[in-house]
C-alpha cells in the first residue's frame, strides 16, 4: 500500500497471470490517523467503534496501544473501497 499526492495505491507483483485476473479490490488496508480524540475515547473500543464507518478496523499502532502519544491516535483498518474517505470523522458521545 502506498499513497502517493494522498492518492492510496497498491502495489503488487505482477505476472502474467495476474494481469488476466485483473480481479477489483473490495478493501485497501491503511493507517487511519484520527487527531483531536477526546482522553476518555483512547480505548479499543471507542477507536474501532470510531474507524469503522470507513471499514474494518484491524488493530491499534502500538504508540497509540501504549496511549504514548494523545496528540493522534492511529488505527489499522481494511477500508472498503466501495465508500468515499471522508476528510473527517465527526460524531457526538
Do not use: Y
Not at 503488487?12 to 479490490?25: L, M, S, V
Not at 488496508?29 to 483531536?36: G, Y
Not at 464507518?53 to 481494511?78: D, Q, R
Request: net charge negative.
Amino acid at each position: 500500500m502506498w499513497n502517493i499526492a494522498g492518492v492510496p495505491m497498491i502495489v503488487k507483483k505482477w505476472t502474467p497471470k495476474t494481469e488476466e485476473e485483473k480481479q477489483e479490490e473490495e478493501a485497501i488496508p491503511m493507517w487511519v490517523h484520527l487527531r483531536k480524540v477526546p482522553l476518555h475515547m483512547f480505548s479499543w473500543e471507542a477507536l474501532s467503534f470510531m474507524t469503522s464507518t470507513v471499514g474494518f478496523p484491524v488493530h491499534l499502532h502500538p504508540e497509540t496501544l501504549a496511549c504514548s502519544n494523545f496528540e493522534e491516535a492511529k488505527v489499522f483498518v481494511n477500508v472498503d473501497v466501495s465508500k468515499i474517505l471522508p476528510k473527517e470523522i465527526e460524531f457526538e458521545i
